[in-house]
């Protein structure tokens, strides 16, 4: 037992000498706690209790699980025709099975990501993925308009869940410095979707049937069902800290469900930082969609492509989103890693955690990158497809489209989950929100235009849409975290 040293009179070099001996053991057994997860600078304790092999494979799951959303909106593409010549209806009554789908994806994700803060990510995972399965055989047994309508609503309020949940997941595991890359393998889901659904569904839509794209679409979400009950584990911050020792940060508070507006949620737009960040996100996936929904089109009326090559021209795009997230992810960690010191994370109260000192807006250093990428590809396909011009050349600009889109997209959204770490799950619902509702609006405004005023003009005025919230961006790159303290929101860790 060490004594204390009496007022006036020195420590002993006995007490000093076992001082420093139970100082050196403290060191060495905090130093053991590293075997599971990165260490928070001078945490001692573990940011989640999930070796690096888990947190990977959580990661591929919930990336696949992404992927069910764009591919239930993009595989049926190709078929529409078809489709709309079965049910014997209009070509505007068959656009409701798109757009219904489209707005029921900007919806539904708030619900589900409030109810993942509150019961956790696993159980919403698995419940809808059971209402994806209903919805997508309701699609394959519909032989009416309405019947499909309805179904692709169901269909689409299942598929969405993971839009807000699957980021929340990745904050729950990955510290701030570490979530660029596993947020990079998220988006390759959502971003992925657009490209290899027109491909998948083409070749099944012209070989067995249109039909067969919905119970493909069933066989997908039963084997997602099963991998979140058997494998996948729960990994919301506040659930996992009642059963394992670790960081005490960025753990959300036990709300009520009455507590869990999602109308509240939608009104962090009233920061400025979120409202920009929210119009860069809309410009940038509305422009991505609707050039995403409108390829089939060029491919197989201006340059003569059958439909299972059209579907083919995707993977010049879907190529460049994986290029993007893979350098884009690791650009972004270089970033943060590069502005942690020993002194920028600092020791704070036991109940608060840490105060971080690298500003959120650090995330963004390379933002513009990615979108200028992004606007190139946009404007240069827009003339190419005018002119009629090399379709080689139209796929080069689609795969600069696709690597700059998930370039950007991961500076945005990983941005928005710094601001709100402890809302993380709900903050991307909203984002969800704001860009499907823009995209519902300009894919249904895109074949007027195309028709009045051709391809050219058409994506120009969409390349100055989104240029112009990149100009706008750029004050919260670079006067964003004065804008915060003055107007919020504040950074809360919890």
Same mark, same amino acid.
């Given at each position: 037992?060490?004594?204390?040293?009496?007022?006036?009179?020195?420590?002993?070099?006995?007490?000093?000498?076992?001082?420093?001996?139970?100082?050196?053991?403290?060191?060495?057994?905090?130093?053991?706690?590293?075997?599971?997860?990165?260490?928070?600078?001078?945490?001692?304790?573990? *940011?989640?209790?999930?070796?690096?092999?888990?947190?990977?494979?959580?990661?591929?799951?919930?990336?696949?699980?992404?992927?069910?959303?764009? =591919?239930?909106?993009?595989? *049926?593409?190709?078929?529409?025709?078809?489709?709309?010549?079965?049910?014997?209806?209009?070509?505007?009554?068959?656009?409701?099975?798109?757009?219904?789908?489209?707005?029921?994806?900007?919806?539904?994700?708030? =619900?589900?990501?409030?109810?993942?803060? *509150?019961?956790?990510?696993?159980?919403?995972?698995?419940?809808?993925?059971?209402?994806?399965?209903?919805?997508?055989?309701?699609?394959?047994?519909?032989?009416?308009?309405?019947?499909?309508?309805?179904?692709?609503?169901?269909?689409? @309020?299942?598929?969405?869940?993971?839009?807000?949940?699957?980021?929340?997941?990745?904050? &729950?595991?990955?510290?701030?410095?570490?979530?660029?890359?596993?947020? /990079?393998?998220? *988006?390759?889901?959502?971003?992925?979707?657009?490209?290899?659904?027109? =491909?998948?569904?083409?070749?099944?839509?012209?070989?067995?049937?249109?039909?067969?794209?919905?119970?493909?679409?069933?066989?997908?979400?039963?084997?997602?069902?099963?991998?979140?009950?058997?494998?996948?584990?729960?990994?919301?911050?506040?659930?996992?800290?009642?059963?394992?020792?670790?960081?005490?940060?960025?753990?959300?508070?036990?709300?009520?469900?009455? &507590?869990?507006?999602?109308?509240?949620?939608?009104?962090?737009?009233?920061?400025?930082?979120?409202?920009?960040?929210?119009?860069?996100?809309?410009?940038?996936?509305?422009?991505?969609?609707?050039?995403?929904?409108?390829?089939?089109?060029?491919?197989?009326?201006?340059?003569?492509?059958?439909?299972?090559?059209?579907?083919?021209?995707?993977?010049?795009?879907?190529?460049?989103?994986?290029? /993007?997230?893979?350098?884009?992810?690791?650009?972004?960690?270089?970033?943060?890693?590069?502005?942690?010191?020993?002194?920028? $994370?600092?020791? &704070?109260?036991?109940?608060? /955690?840490?105060?971080?000192?690298?500003?959120?807006?650090?995330?963004?250093?390379?933002?513009?990158?990615?979108? @200028?990428?992004? $606007?190139?590809? +946009?404007?240069?396909?827009?003339?190419?497809?005018?002119?009629?011009?090399?379709?080689?050349?139209?796929? +080069?600009?689609?795969?600069?489209?696709?690597?700059?889109?998930?370039?950007?997209?991961?500076?945005?959204?990983?941005?928005?989950?710094?601001?709100?770490?402890?809302?993380?799950?709900?903050?991307?619902?909203?984002?969800?929100?704001?860009?499907?509702?823009?995209?519902? +609006?300009?894919?249904?405004?895109?074949?007027?235009? $195309?028709?009045?005023?051709?391809?050219?003009?058409?994506?120009?005025?969409?390349?100055?849409?989104?240029?112009?919230?990149?100009?706008?961006?750029?004050?919260?790159?670079?006067?964003?975290?004065?804008?915060?303290?003055?107007?919020?929101?504040?950074?809360?860790?919890?």
């Amino acid at each position: 037992m060490i004594e204390t040293p009496q007022e006036g009179r020195q420590p002993s070099q006995e007490t000093i000498k076992s001082t420093h001996t139970l100082d050196s053991s403290r060191k060495a057994s905090d130093m053991t706690m590293d075997a599971v997860c990165s260490k928070n600078m001078n945490n001692v304790l573990p *940011y989640c209790p999930f070796s690096a092999k888990t947190r990977v494979m959580i990661v591929v799951i919930i990336a696949l699980t992404g992927l069910v959303s764009p =591919l239930s909106a993009n595989m *049926y593409y190709p078929s529409i025709t078809r489709v709309r010549d079965d049910l014997h209806t209009t070509q505007s009554g068959i656009t409701w099975t798109v757009t219904s789908y489209v707005i029921a994806m900007a919806v539904f994700p708030l =619900l589900w990501s409030n109810l993942a803060d *509150y019961v956790g990510r696993k159980p919403v995972y698995a419940f809808s993925m059971l209402i994806f399965i209903c919805g997508s055989i309701g699609c394959a047994c519909s032989q009416s308009l309405p019947a499909l309508v309805a179904s692709r609503i169901v269909q689409s @309020a299942g598929a969405s869940a993971v839009q807000g949940a699957g980021a929340g997941t990745i904050s &729950d595991i990955y510290p701030r410095e570490q979530r660029g890359t596993a947020l /990079g393998l998220y *988006y390759l889901g959502p971003l992925l979707g657009p490209c290899l659904g027109p =491909l998948i569904g083409g070749y099944i839509g012209e070989g067995v049937g249109w039909r067969w794209v919905f119970w493909v679409l069933t066989i997908w979400g039963g084997i997602m069902f099963l991998l979140a009950i058997l494998v996948l584990p729960e990994t919301h911050r506040r659930i996992v800290a009642e059963k394992h020792a670790i960081q005490q940060v960025n753990i959300p508070p036990l709300l009520g469900l009455k &507590d869990n507006n999602p109308l509240e949620d939608v009104a962090t737009i009233r920061y400025p930082v979120v409202a920009l960040a929210m119009l860069h996100f809309a410009m940038l996936f509305g422009t991505y969609f609707t050039n995403a929904t409108v390829q089939p089109v060029a491919y197989e009326g201006i340059y003569g492509l059958s439909q299972g090559m059209s579907g083919l021209c995707f993977l010049s795009s879907g190529v460049g989103c994986v290029v /993007g997230s893979t350098i884009g992810g690791r650009v972004i960690d270089l970033l943060l890693q590069r502005h942690h010191s020993v002194g920028e $994370l600092e020791a &704070d109260n036991k109940e608060r /955690g840490s105060t971080i000192k690298v500003p959120a807006e650090t995330r963004l250093g390379a933002m513009w990158a990615g979108s @200028a990428l992004f $606007l190139c590809g +946009v404007v240069i396909c827009g003339w190419l497809l005018h002119y009629k011009l090399s379709l080689a050349g139209v796929l +080069v600009s689609q795969f600069f489209i696709g690597s700059g889109m998930a370039f950007t997209f991961q500076s945005l959204g990983g941005y928005l989950i710094d601001v709100f770490p402890t809302k993380s799950a709900r903050i991307t619902g909203v984002q969800n929100f704001w860009r499907s509702a823009w995209a519902a +609006v300009i894919v249904q405004l895109s074949p007027k235009m $195309l028709e009045n005023i051709g391809w050219g003009w058409t994506y120009t005025i969409m390349f100055f849409l989104t240029f112009t919230s990149l100009l706008l961006m750029q004050l919260v790159v670079y006067r964003g975290e004065a804008m915060r303290q003055r107007y919020g929101p504040s950074i809360d860790t919890r």
